[in-house]
């Protein structure tokens, strides 16, 4: 019989020493640029073994030296930081209404776009859009910029071929889908490593990166696009899940205006402002254009969001009464000022919900907005290969 429990093995000379440059790497990406001394007191490791391998960093050219701080006592100290043009990254987002495409540097920096609209996504005009774009990308590059592009990372919904009846597509114009890895597909025209995350979490990962919400240590992220989704945050690191799916929300059990029982997704997605302006003979199109404008149809704009607020709040509430989430982070693919009414709305609407024996969270604002599937993607295949797959807080050991 096999045996169930997992096993543990030591690790080589070679294995911690990746591993503490990992960790070195990721204190530095998240808390900026830091003196070897103070590196070595918040990850307890010796001031020479620091000294060792930010050494090799900056000879790999993966950090670099900041101006000497003097006027202290003792010997001056030379901040290192991260070296935006150590790494470069390709995101790419699969989503039901367009795919996006960025370069990233190794900071987050955006350094190219592309995007393709579409009503429903077609594999052919996908992948061929996709080739073409990081063909005229890389060909912009330098020869030692395009060295340095260490991957792929690919955020798509998963089982995009059940969504048809969702985003009003021939059933059989998705069934392509079905049998489809992206990463085969990608790896016929390209050699970088290709990561594929659902699209959701990878706009998570993007928040907790890059955004305003890593202060909190769990925490639950909506993101309101065509449809809804969103990512769980525990103890500082993005939880994926075991099969990859972990906070996907669109499912959760709501409720519409009217009183009928629905699916989060059918409630508070922007596919429901869509499918009212279609209804009214507005040009629905306005809604994914950027920049995004939505003051043309604002009338139509303040009821959804009434009732997407009202749907979110009950949501926020359900989640944490299984994980005591700190904060509620919202984000979407939708202007910055109506997101900020979206977040106030909710902000008010949580308390008058009954609650008794849970602990209300912080309802707070996500910062990244429509880039988030694209630039969460880009972020994996630095996680996978450069970065320990965490942000949490670093301190000195007791």
């Known amino acids: 019989m096999t045996d169930p429990r997992p096993h543990t093995t030591g690790a080589s000379q070679s294995e911690l020493r990746a591993y503490n440059e990992r960790l070195l790497l990721s204190l530095l990406h998240q808390d900026g ?51 935006p043009e150590g790494l470069f990254s390709f995101g790419i987002k699969i989503g039901r209404r367009s795919t996006d495409l960025m370069l990233t540097d190794f900071c987050g920096g955006v350094r190219a776009e592309r995007r393709l609209r579409y009503p429903y996504p077609q594999p052919t005009e996908v992948f061929d859009f ?18 340095r592009i260490c991957g792929i990372g690919v955020a798509t919904p998963f089982d995009l071929w059940r969504w048809h009846e969702q985003i009003g597509a021939p059933k059989a114009s998705l069934t392509a889908w079905r049998a489809l890895d992206p990463a085969t597909e990608i790896a016929r025209f390209s050699s970088l490593k290709v990561f594929v995350i659902n699209d959701a979490t990878a706009a998570c990962r993007a928040e907790h990166m890059f955004g305003s919400s890593r202060r ?159 630039l969460g993607a880009a972020a994996k295949p630095l996680i996978a290969q450069y970065l320990l797959d965490t942000h949490a807080g670093f301190a000195a050991p007791n």
């Open 216 to 374: 909190w240590r769990d925490s639950v992220y909506f993101f309101i696009a065509s449809f809804i989704g969103g990512g769980v945050v525990l103890n500082h690191s993005v939880y994926e899940g075991g099969m990859g799916n972990a906070g996907a929300l669109g499912p959760l059990p709501s409720q519409r205006a009217d009183g009928r029982i629905c699916r989060l997704l059918d409630s508070a997605s922007i596919r429901e402002l869509e499918r009212q302006l279609n209804e009214a003979d507005i040009d629905s199109s306005a809604l994914w254009q950027q920049p995004q404008d939505w003051s043309p149809f604002a009338s139509l704009v303040d009821q959804w969001l009434e009732e997407t607020a009202c749907a979110l709040a009950r949501a926020a509430l359900t989640t944490c009464a299984i994980i005591d989430f700190q904060a509620v982070v919202i984000d979407g693919a939708m202007p910055a000022p109506v997101r900020s009414r979206l977040v106030e709305r909710i902000r008010r609407e949580l308390p008058t919900l009954d609650s008794r024996g849970l602990i209300l969270p912080q309802v707070e604002e996500g910062q990244i907005g429509a880039n988030a599937s694209a």
């Open 130 to 147: 996709i080739k073409t774009s990081i063909d005229e990308i890389s060909a912009d590059l330098s020869a030692k910029q395009r060295a």
């Open 33 to 83: 640029a830091l003196p070897g001394s103070e590196m070595a007191r918040r990850t307890g490791l010796s001031s020479q073994t620091v000294s060792v391998i930010l050494r090799k960093l900056e000879q790999d050219g993966l950090v670099q030296r900041g101006e000497s701080q003097k006027g202290r006592v003792g010997k001056p100290s030379v901040p290192m930081s991260i070296n």
